[in-house]
C-alpha cells in the first residue's frame, strides 16, 4: 500500500517543481516573456477560477530590464494579473493589454503581440 502512495505522488512532486512554460510576446518593439504559475493555492473548486487560474496564481513577466510577479487580480472574465501599478490582460491572446499607472489618473499602455 506504501507503495502505491509513494508511486503515485511523486510525479505530482516532480510537476510541482518544474518551471511553467514561457510564452512569448513583443510589446513597444522588445522582447517578453511571461510565466503562468499556479501559486501555493491549489483549490480548482472555488468560484473565480478563470482559465485554469485561481487566487495565488501570479504571473512572472520579464521586459526591457524589468521583471515583474504579478498576482492573479479577482475580476471576472479573462484572466488579469495586477500590482495596482502594472496591469496584464488576456482578452484578446494574440494582442494582451498590457498597461503601466503613472499616479492617479494617467496611464501608459503598451502594444503587444503574442509571438510564434
Not at 513597444?28 to 499556479?38: F, M, S, V
Not at 484578446?92 to 503574442?114: I, M, N, W, Y
Request: charge should be negative; include cysteine.
Amino acid at each position: 500500500m506504501l507503495e502505491l502512495v509513494f508511486t503515485t505522488v511523486a510525479p505530482a512532486a516532480a510537476r510541482a517543481d518544474s518551471q511553467p512554460p514561457l510564452k512569448h510576446y513583443r510589446c513597444e518593439g522588445d522582447p517578453l516573456t511571461t510565466a503562468l504559475n499556479a501559486g501555493a493555492v491549489d483549490a480548482g473548486s472555488i468560484p473565480n477560477t478563470s482559465e485554469g487560474t485561481v487566487p495565488g496564481a501570479f504571473l512572472v513577466l520579464q521586459w526591457r530590464d524589468i521583471s515583474l510577479q504579478l498576482p492573479r487580480t479577482n475580476n471576472a472574465g479573462p484572466p488579469s494579473f495586477s500590482d495596482g501599478k502594472w496591469w496584464w490582460s488576456l482578452e484578446d491572446p494574440d494582442h494582451p493589454s498590457f498597461r503601466l499607472r503613472h499616479g492617479l489618473g494617467d496611464v501608459e499602455t503598451f502594444a503587444c503581440q503574442k509571438q510564434a
